[in-house]
């Protein structure tokens, strides 16, 4: 057993001393695969903002990007808040004649509402080498578009609680989850660190698109829910990320690691 910890050791050792000997992100043009990991706030526009507060995101993806920097990259995020702006007609809709939302005990249910969804994208771009410490860093821009979804979420403030108003399929009148295109422009600052430690992406992110409703019918309006709206949303969204590099450039000739 102390072996094998003693190999691994060595292995991980080895490996970063080889990662560190074939590329020398301070004087080298790099290309290579990154993974992101994303956290972002968001501020919503357009008909979005009659619906939801600021909002949050976070998830992954992957992006490849050439010598010359050139950026192609997917990527998706869970898409979340608490802000949901027509609480109170949807409170409304559910309560009794006291105004409150009673659960199976007949006790009051602490109806709670959050806003969730998801959005996935693809996207080209370029590294502009601006501004920067080492030729891997610079001033990113990036294009492109996908799937947007979001919906309301209702749940009791109680873990025992249950809502009949809300249960199982009555939940989906009242969710209004809509569905659609969006694209999306981003621009930023790419951080490679010279040791592959400190690698991150900061900037400005404004998505634009439009949805529609999947349910057809509102309960809390009792009106067919068969509109387009009209989203928007601005972020500002920090990124650390893996690098994976396959290839260097030097002054004077191209090495390729396999």
Known sequence: MKNRYFFILIFGILSIH??????????DTLAGFFIPVNIAVSKPSLQLAERFGHSYRTGTGCFYRTFSGWTFGVEGDFWFGDRVLTRDQILKSVSNEQGLVLDHMGLDANLMTFQRGWIASAYIGKLIRVLNHNPNSGLIITAGGGYLQHRIRLESGHQQSIIYQIEDEYQRGYDRLNLG??????????????????????????????????????????????????????????????????????SDKKYFYY
């Open 18 to 27: 080889l990662v560190h000997s074939q590329f020398r992100v301070r004087t």
């Open 181 to 250: 295109w969006q694209g999306r422009i981003f621009i930023g600052y790419l951080h490679a660190g010279n040791y592959q430690t400190y690698n991150f992406i900061i900037g400005i992110e404004h998505l634009f698109g439009h949805t529609k409703s999947v349910r057809g019918f509102d309960y809390a309006s009792g009106k067919p829910d068969e509109g387009v709206m009209a989203n928007g949303l601005t972020t500002l969204k920090f990124s650390w990320f893996l690098s994976m590099y396959r290839e260097r450039v030097t």
